[in-house]
């Protein structure tokens, strides 16, 4: 018998966990829009967001955060003003913080992006294909 200290915990039920699993393609399957993420789970500050992107994006880069990138189904092209990388399903790749980026895909891709809850998908640069930030799916 263990009498090592357990800390006191909250029952889930009280916590209101009731234990959903987060299923990638069932969220894909709730929208069809491009380039604008969706949040679909939270670890301490970080988000976990899908999106479908297609075509090519703005240079733009984070000063303040690195961005991660989870190919989960078709290949993503992310350009960098002195080379680029490729990944297909499976692969990531994390950018770091201040570095200038454009992702690019021929045809769609499924991401699920980690990174900071604030982060504009536009970064520093604004404008027009700015995505609204917090939509939950
Ligand atoms: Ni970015």
């Known amino acids: 018998m263990s009498t090592h200290p357990r800390s006191p915990t909250t029952p889930a039920a009280i916590r209101g966990n009731t234990y959903q699993r987060i299923n990638f393609a069932e969220k894909f399957s709730l929208f069809s829009e491009q380039w ?3 949040v679909i789970a939270e670890m301490n500050d970080y988000q976990f967001k899908l ?7 703005i240079w733009h880069d984070h000063v303040d955060t690195d ?5 989960l189904d078709g290949r993503l092209r992310i350009d960098f003003r ?7 399903a499976g692969e990531m790749f994390v ?4 570095v200038e980026h454009k992702p690019f895909a021929e045809g769609e891709v499924r991401l699920l992006l980690i990174e900071p809850r604030g982060v504009l998908n536009t970064g ?7 995505a609204i930030n917090d939509v939950r799916i």
Do not use: M, N, S, Y
Not at 67 to 71: A, D, G, L, Q, Y
Not at 82 to 88: A, E, K, T
Not at 95 to 98: A, E, L, N, Q, Y
């Open 82 to 88: 002195d080379g680029h990388v490729q990944l297909g």
């Open 124 to 130: 520093d640069e604004g404008g027009a294909r700015t």
């Open 36 to 38: 604008a993420p969706k």
């Open 51 to 57: 999106v479908k992107i297609q075509g090519d994006f």
């Open 95 to 98: 950018v770091p913080k201040g």
């Open 67 to 71: 961005e991660t990138f989870i190919v």
